[in-house]
């Protein structure tokens, strides 16, 4: 299960095409409010999650998602159970993919060291231990970053590329899409 974490002050389009993208290749995922079942964006739109942070199934997590956003990043940080995911994802060598100022916490966490990341603009010094790539998305083994709202569809392929482990497949849901 993928599960995207939703704070107070996320980034819509960073964690809404993001989930949609994944959907639209069959793979399941989940929402997870963060703070509150019901979690509002960084320009007031109100998304109801799937399921709270108490809810997380750690036997069943395959990857972790953290839009970017403000508030929204500094919220996600701050909240021990999204922290104790990240570790958990990043000790079973799991997916960790984060977006726009999220990759900031992997930074501060220590999981980019020696790590190509990407970021938004003014977050460069966060990525602790990282080469920054001026790149839209930055794959580097089992963690993706993007670097804002404008890459969200391609962050999302990204993680659909990972996950599946094909390309072709990633090609043609970007087809149906009209992406590309």
Do not use: W
Not at 61 to 83: D, F, Q, R
């Amino acid at each position: 299960m993928i599960y995207i974490f939703l704070a107070d002050g996320f980034e819509e389009i960073e964690a809404l095409a993001t989930v949609d993208v994944i959907r639209r290749a069959g793979i399941d995922c989940k929402t997870v409010g963060v703070t509150g079942k019901s979690v509002t964006g960084s320009h007031g739109i109100k998304v109801e999650s799937d399921i709270g942070i108490t809810d997380i199934d750690f036997n069943e997590m395959s990857a972790v998602v953290l839009p970017g956003g403000m508030p929204g990043t500094i919220n996600l940080e701050n909240n021990k159970n999204v922290i104790d995911a990240v570790q958990y994802a990043y000790n079973k060598e799991l997916l960790i993919a984060a977006i726009c100022a999220a990759p900031s916490i992997l930074g501060h966490l220590g999981l980019l060291m020696g790590k190509k990341a990407t970021c938004y603009d003014g977050f460069e010094d966060e990525l602790v231990g990282a080469q920054f790539i001026p790149d839209g998305v930055c794959v580097d083994g089992n963690i993706i970053t993007a670097c804002g709202a404008g890459v969200a569809i391609d962050f999302g392929l990204e993680i659909v590329a990972y996950l599946t482990g094909n390309r072709e497949k990633t090609e043609n849901l970007s087809k149906i899409m009209k992406y590309r």
